[in-house]
């Protein structure tokens, strides 16, 4: 039951990012790295595919509390939630305003890298844009 709130939740979370952060050119791949852009959406759809697929054969609080106990496993969740806090500092500085950027916080850190291929999926264009911007 829990398993399924938590999809219910990241699928609200999904439709509500989508919907906020729609532009014409969504689906548009005739773009500056377009094939990359493609790339990354696929990344997002095989990975909550798997995590899905995951969530139905293991208990996620169960298998966390095994990797607290192991060195290698603190490492691994040290390691994610320092890209995490890289993220949320990328969507920050892509923002431009702190509570559109704080809205990203804590679906980041519940859903990991899933909000973060979700974000690169649907802010691709203006990412590009402002990285040529800087370069």
Partial sequence: MAKNFFWFVFALFVGTAIYTGWHP???DFNVRLGGLKL??????AAFLGYSIYCSSRESLPATIQKMARL???RQIGIDLYIG???FLGIVF?????PLAAAAWILPTLLFGNL???????IHFDA???RLNQVL
Avoid at 93 to 97: K, V
């Fill in 115 to 121: 909000a973060t291929l979700l974000y690169l999926s």
């Fill in 39 to 44: 790339l990354v959406m696929l990344c997002f």
């Fill in 71 to 73: 060195h290698w496993g």
């Fill in 93 to 97: 500085a892509m923002e431009g305003s």
């Fill in 127 to 129: 990412i590009v844009s």
């Fill in 84 to 86: 995490l806090s890289i």
């Fill in 25 to 27: 050119g969504f689906f």
